[in-house]
């Protein structure tokens, strides 16, 4: 098993950038590929961001890519996400989530998550 927090999220100008953590616990972090999603008020909750165990793999949804990084530090036991020229549009509670495959973009496929930080984009 693997236990999630996420952090970093806040207040930040349209345009402004914002790293959110997710810190992990758990005796096989490494084993497992990471990834972020987020959800607005109202929406599904959307794929955003993955990484596969070993930092080498990564995919990210259109309406991000250019925009954000995913990333891991195995020693640390944490993922990040780099969110750069934010949006109002990217508004929304962000989650990460531990599953078997970076190629999972359902939520429904990933199994363990953190309870999620609020992003607001202002403009």
């Known amino acids: 098993q693997v236990q999630l927090v996420e952090s970093g999220g806040g207040l930040v100008q349209a345009g402004g950038s914002l790293r959110l953590s997710c810190a992990t616990s758990?005796?096989?972090?490494?084993?497992?590929?990471m990834g972020w999603f987020r959800q607005a008020p109202g929406k599904e909750r959307e794929f955003v961001a993955a990484?596969?165990?070993?930092?080498?793999?990564?995919g990210y949804a259109d309406s991000v890519k250019g925009r954000f990084t995913i990333s891991r530090d195995n020693a640390k036991n944490t993922a990040y996400l780099q969110m750069n020229s934010l949006k109002p549009e990217d508004t929304a509670v962000y989650f990460c989530?531990?599953?078997?495959?970076?190629?999972?973009?359902?939520?429904?496929?990933?199994?363990?998550w953190g309870p999620g930080t609020q992003v607001t984009v202002s403009s």
């Open positions: 990484i596969d165990w070993s930092g080498g793999n990564t």
């Open positions: 989530a531990a599953g078997k495959s970076y190629r999972l973009t359902s939520p429904r496929l990933w199994g363990s």
């Open positions: 758990g005796r096989t972090f490494n084993s497992y590929a």
